[in-house]
């Protein structure tokens, strides 16, 4: 469309497609594509413009998990190929966490935190934040718990949560338990507390109906205001 010479089309063509893992595909039509293949070449359709800024709005939302988790490398490894700034739209906490340099939290039109994802996940500035960093997310407790740390709300993660079958701060009832390999995510109705999400190492053996005792770490737990905001 700019009218350049073949053979600069030919250059920046290649170039693209190497930089792409596409140089295989040149000759296919986009029919011919995997979906993840066709996310590539638009992206490639950028590259070959030289922009000074790439602006992604969700490019992989359409795409299945495992294809989502190879395009996500795929993208931040194109960013530190070409050093250029990318802002990057998404709703995936996982996406921003792992892909972003530097996050900026929305909500409702209205910039709510900006970041680095560590930033972010170590010191949200209100419960909205808190609540979107962070997989699974957050705990929040109110009522008498959160009153006994000065809180209107307190935060906790499900990571920062000991478990025990002796002894512990809080007493609960495994509800469901979700083994994962590794990891093990239990979630566990606490009396006075509510539902809370615990995260366990994949040797942590309890199932449905079985006692347990949580204890949050002292020095992680996030308090907030009436207003939902950090205190």
Do not use: C
């Amino acid at each position: 469309m700019a009218k350049a010479d073949k053979e600069t089309i030919d250059a920046k063509v290649r170039a693209a497609a190497q930089t792409l893992n596409l140089t295989a595909y040149l000759e296919r039509r986009p029919g011919q594509l995997s979906g993840g293949q066709r996310q590539r070449v638009a992206i490639g359709r950028a590259i070959v413009r030289q922009p000074s800024a790439f602006l992604f709005d969700e490019p992989l939302s359409n795409l299945d998990a495992a294809l989502r988790g190879t395009m996500r490398l795929e993208i931040s490894e194109l960013h530190q190929q070409l050093k250029t700034t990318m802002i990057y739209v998404t709703h995936d906490q996982v996406e921003a966490m792992t892909m972003a340099d530097k996050i900026v939290v929305l909500n409702a039109g209205n910039i709510e935190q900006v970041g680095s994802p560590l930033d972010l996940y170590r010191s949200p500035r209100n419960l909205f934040v808190a609540g979107f960093i962070g997989s699974p997310r957050m705990n929040f407790v109110t009522g008498e718990e959160a009153a006994r740390h000065n809180a209107a709300t307190i935060g906790v993660r499900p990571e920062h949560i000991r478990l025990s079958t002796t002894d512990g701060a809080w007493k609960g009832v495994v509800g469901v338990a979700e083994h994962l390999g590794s990891d093990t995510f239990l979630h566990i109705q606490v009396e006075g507390v509510g539902q809370v999400t615990a995260r366990a190492d994949g040797e942590f053996t309890v199932h449905h109906g079985d006692a347990v005792w949580l204890t949050p770490e002292p020095s992680k737990i996030h308090r907030f205001d009436a207003d939902g905001n950090a205190i």
